[in-house]
């Protein structure tokens, strides 16, 4: 029996959370951990529930994903970040790969890919 990959989500807009969560409860081998709407629920959850995968939003209220991914490298660095934002200007995406996250999606990628994704960073 293989090992469920632990996720945690964040990302502030409830539709995406839920559609996420819908998604991935799908995969026999994905199981969500937890939700956050921000970077500080998602810093709580990663530091409680130990996800061996965070996927994350890169707008949400107080603590942004920039600032999240900078926290979650320097307490966590063992935990893959995989970003999925409509933010697509090449800035966005440079400045998070330099910060350390493992992947980056468009929110209007397929949604098999969402999966594909995680799976290829946690093989890295």
């Not at 994903?65 to 970040?81: A, C, S």
Request: proline content about 5%; glycine content about 6%; hydrophobic content about 45%.
């Amino acid at each position: 029996m293989c090992t469920k990959i632990k996720v945690v989500l964040a990302d502030d807009h409830l539709l995406v959370m839920e559609g996420f969560r819908d998604l991935l409860s799908k995969a026999p081998n994905i199981e969500v951990v937890g939700e956050a709407a921000d970077g500080e629920q998602a810093v709580f959850l990663a530091s409680n529930r130990k996800p061996d995968v965070v996927v994350m939003d890169i707008n949400m209220p107080g603590m942004d994903g920039y600032e999240t991914v900078i926290w979650l490298k320097r307490n966590y660095p063992q935990v893959p970040v995989l970003v999925v934002s409509m933010i697509e200007k090449e800035e966005a995406i440079v400045r998070m790969l330099k910060l350390g996250v493992k992947g980056y999606l468009s929110k209007d990628v397929e949604p098999a890919e969402l999966k594909q994704a995680m799976e290829a960073i946690l093989k890295k």
